[in-house]
């Protein structure tokens, strides 16, 4: 692949013992070199969980493989198997291509960041998406959306940034038909307004 440009997505079905290496920008040598299987069983840095993993239709890896001119991935197997590598191209290099040793401190520290994010599954996560001083504002709306018709939960001039939505009960967000006619909806709207430190 030609760069600047990040790999943002790996996949494969059945991992093997077999090699894949990683050249970055003209490399001679690999700059990551792993038997596949290490790829995504989340012990080898900077392949970490949960941005490696596995589930339904194969074995993933999320990690952002970054270049600023080329990059080039060799698999060295006895036999082809299917891979599939998303890649988005990007106006302008990233500040640190392909981790090198001077950010995997940081890198790392941003993996246990998402590691405690995956961790509060049902609890409230808005404030998460915000940083610390920015002023946020919360809006709760009730209204009965019947079948049929909409509804307006929000609507605002002013500029921000909504950075959360939860709509409840749950139960009528549930079925094959979502079944949301004749029922209360609360939501809120949490908004981290402009202006305001960090917003």
């Known amino acids: 692949m030609e760069g600047p440009g990040i790999i943002y997505r790996i996949h494969r079905s059945s991992p093997s013992d077999d090699i894949i290496e990683f050249y970055f920008d003209g490399e001679s040598i690999p700059r990551i070199r792993l038997k596949i299987t290490e790829l995504f069983d989340g ?5 970490l969980f949960p941005l490696v993993g596995n589930g339904v239709g194969g074995h993933y890896s999320y990690l952002p493989l970054a270049y600023q001119r080329s990059c080039k991935v060799v ?11 998303k890649l988005c ?17 940081e890198f790392l ?17 808005r404030l ?7 002023k946020v504002e919360t809006e709760t709306v009730r209204q009965t ?7 307006t939960l929000f ?8 950075v959360g939505l939860r709509l409840r009960p749950a139960s009528a967000f549930a079925g094959g038909d979502r079944d949301v006619g004749d029922q209360d909806v609360l939501g ?12």
Do not use: N
């Open 155 to 162: 609507e605002s001039a002013k500029p921000g940034r909504i």
């Open 145 to 151: 959306l019947r079948p049929g018709q909409a509804v």
């Open 188 to 199: 809120w709207m949490p908004r981290a307004c402009r202006g305001q430190p960090g917003g």
């Open 75 to 85: 698999v060295k197997a006895a036999e082809f198997h299917f891979y599939q590598i």
């Open 128 to 134: 998460t998406f915000v940083r610390r001083g920015t």
């Open 89 to 105: 191209p990007v106006s302008q290099g990233p500040r640190h291509p392909h981790l090198p040793e001077s950010s995997l401190h």
């Open 43 to 47: 012990r080898h840095a900077p392949f």
């Open 109 to 125: 520290l941003g993996v246990e960041e998402v590691k405690q994010l995956f961790h509060l599954t049902g609890s409230d996560i």
